[in-house]
T-cell receptor, first 110, second 115 residues
Framework: QKEVEQNSGPLSVPEGAIASLNCTYS??????FFWYRQYSGKSPELIMS????GDKEDGRFTAQLNKASQYVSLLIRDSQPSDSATYLC??????????FGKGNQVVVIP | DAMVIQNPRYQVTQFGKPVTLSCSQT?????MYWYQQKSSQAPKLLFH???????NEADTPDNFQSRRPNTSFCFLDIRSPGLGDAAMYLC??????????????FGPGTRLTVL
């Protein structure tokens, strides 16, 4: 089992809709969870960090963490064409390393 | 603005010709990382420095080496690049310590092409 899994294929959403991304992780001791946005040909940009169960909102982004079920999700409200990118889920397991999922591509259709 | 800087942004080298990529940071972070990322794949950690302590990933090829002469700078040396080493190389930093939250911040990356 991979450490961090993002299984959904490319996600196409109409402009103004909600995009929902999911991520599961295997290590129960994981304490820190991150979502990165990566535009094509660019480097990952940290957009959300979450450390405790529940929801965390930042602008149009909401991260949700459920440690009992070992999943973390990202909601993008009022999706804009500029949100079209690959979203990487990353998990820190208590050392200095991040385990990354392979990413989910989001395409926002005007 | 505090940031992570990578040079060059694009590097073209010939098969087997050594190349050095550089990273500098003004964030005063104590941990620096080098990742390799190929198209449509997750970033793959090559090594990291926790302060001056070097940590090599078990599956990082011997062809890759790194130096961190001071807190602000880190270098990635590829001794004999092969075609399979063509990728985006990402430098990242974080501030680690008791109570820290392990957020990593990436530089813009260096796109390496091997001819």
């Amino acid at each position: 089992q991979k450490e961090v899994e993002q299984n959904s294929g490319p996600l196409s959403v109409p402009e103004g809709a909600i995009a929902s991304l999911n991520c599961t992780y295997s290590d129960r001791v994981s304490q820190s969870f991150f979502w990165y946005r990566q535009y094509s040909g660019k480097s990952p940009e940290l957009i959300m960090s979450i450390y405790s169960n529940g929801d965390k909102e930042d602008g149009r982004f909401t991260a949700q963490l459920n440690k009992a079920s070992q999943y973390v999700s990202l909601l993008i409200r009022d999706s804009q064409p500029s949100d079209s990118a690959t979203y990487l889920c990353a998990v820190n397991n208590g050392n200095n390393r991040l385990a990354f999922g392979k990413g989910n591509q989001v395409v926002v259709i005007p | 603005d505090a940031m992570v800087i990578q040079n060059p942004r694009y590097q073209v080298t010939q098969f087997g010709k050594p190349v050095t990529l550089s990273c500098s940071q003004t964030l005063n972070h104590n941990v620096m990382y080098w990742y390799q990322q190929k198209s449509s794949q997750a970033p793959k950690l090559l090594f990291h420095y926790y302060d001056k302590d070097f940590n090599n990933e078990a599956d990082t090829p011997d062809n890759f080496q790194s130096r961190r002469p001071n807190t602000s700078f880190c270098f990635l040396d590829i001794r004999s690049p092969g075609l399979g080493d063509a990728a985006m190389y990402l430098c990242a930093t974080s501030r680690e310590g008791t109570g820290m939250r392990f957020e990593q911040f990436f530089g813009p990356g260096t796109r390496l092409t091997v001819l």
